[in-house]
């Protein structure tokens, strides 16, 4: 299977930018793949914040986005805030099975 | 409003085997692929397998087959996963998730593989 590569961590002041980014092992990540993003914050479930590369869920915050960004699907956060210290999972599919990426711990800082 | 409740979790010995369910309610469950995926003790998330809506399709991480196996049951809004041979690898809380958009997440199981 697939090996889905993400940055282990990233720091971001508060109010600041960052993006996230989620690579796949069998090249150029597009929108085939359906990409999504989960938040995960301490001994809580995950949440699913974006699908299909762009959508967000009602209760995603408008500061989140999600793109493809340089062959990757990336996740950006704008106007970074205390709350969203957390890790987030990217997740690609392939025709089927899923695989996630091993976790961005983001920082706010 | 919508829950998934994870049950059957808890100790097991190397070698056996334990039956996960997930009870679903709040949503239409029987229209939805739904999916397992667990969480080893301080690591990431690990997908373990997805199953489509009549149970007819479904599809297992590299590491899971032959030995897990995901079913449902749709008159009970019920999804299964039957963990046989497990490995002490195999602990972890195990979340069922499903819906349009992988929208709804259970709040998980604990399984621990232990002599």
């Known amino acids: 299977q697939a090996v889905v590569t993400q940055e282990p961590s990233l720091t971001v002041s508060p109010g600041g930018t960052v993006t996230l980014t989620c690579g796949s092992s069998t090249g150029a990540v597009t929108s085939g793949h359906y990409p999504y993003w989960f938040q995960q914050k301490p001994g809580q479930a995950p949440r699913t914040l974006i699908y299909?590369?762009?959508n967000k869920h009602s209760w995603t915050p408008a500061r989140f986005s999600g793109s493809l960004l340089g062959g990757k699907a990336a996740l950006t956060l704008s106007g970074a805030q205390p709350e969203d210290e957390a890790e987030y999972y990217c997740?690609?599919?392939?025709?089927?099975?899923?695989?996630f990426g091993g976790g961005t711990k983001l920082t706010v800082l | 409003e919508v829950q998934l409740v994870e049950s059957g979790g808890g100790l097991v010995q190397p070698g056996g085997s334990l039956r996960l369910s997930c009870a679903a309610s709040?949503?239409?469950?029987?229209?939805?692929?739904m999916s397992w995926v667990r969480q080893a003790p301080g690591k990431g998330l690990e997908w373990v397998a997805n199953i489509n809506q009549d149970g007819s399709y479904y599809y297992y991480a590299d590491s899971m087959k032959g030995r897990f196996t995901i079913s449902r049951d749709n008159a009970k809004n019920s999804l299964y996963l039957q963990m046989n041979s497990v490995r002490a690898e195999d602990t972890a809380v195990y979340y069922c998730?499903?819906?349009?958009?992988?929208?709804?997440w259970g709040q998980g199981s604990l399984v621990t593989v232990s002599s």
């Open positions: 998730a499903g819906g349009d958009n992988a929208d709804y």
């Open positions: 299909d590369t762009t």
């Open positions: 709040g949503f239409s469950f029987s229209i939805y692929w």
């Open positions: 997740l690609l599919t392939y025709s089927g099975p899923w695989v």
